[in-house]
């Protein structure tokens, strides 16, 4: 936030959602042990993304910019943390036998 990356470059905060949910994806393995589910794991994604969502609506609409609610750039958003999820929980159990 500080040198106004998100505002420079536009497509700034794809990169930055992928690695969200990957490392939502790591920190609930980490937490809940290397045999959890994808789904749950999922779900958390999904779940923090969404509050993530809704903190974004609120701070644009009440406290920053005003941007306009944006469908599309909140779809992207949640599909970018689910992939930035399975890739991490892919990488994690491809190389689990690895470890």
Do not use: Q
């Amino acid at each position: 936030m500080k040198f106004h990356w998100y505002y420079a470059i536009p497509w700034f905060d794809m990169p930055m959602h992928f690695l969200g949910g990957a490392w939502i994806a790591v920190a609930v393995l980490w937490a809940m042990g290397e045999k959890t589910p994808f789904t749950r794991i999922l779900l958390s994604v999904l779940i923090l993304g969404i509050l993530w969502e809704i903190f974004e609506l609120f701070n644009n609409r009440y406290i920053g910019t005003r941007d306009p609610f944006d469908f599309a750039d909140t779809l992207s958003d949640l599909v970018l943390d689910v992939l930035g999820a399975g890739t991490a929980f892919y990488l994690r159990t491809k190389n689990a036998g690895h470890s």
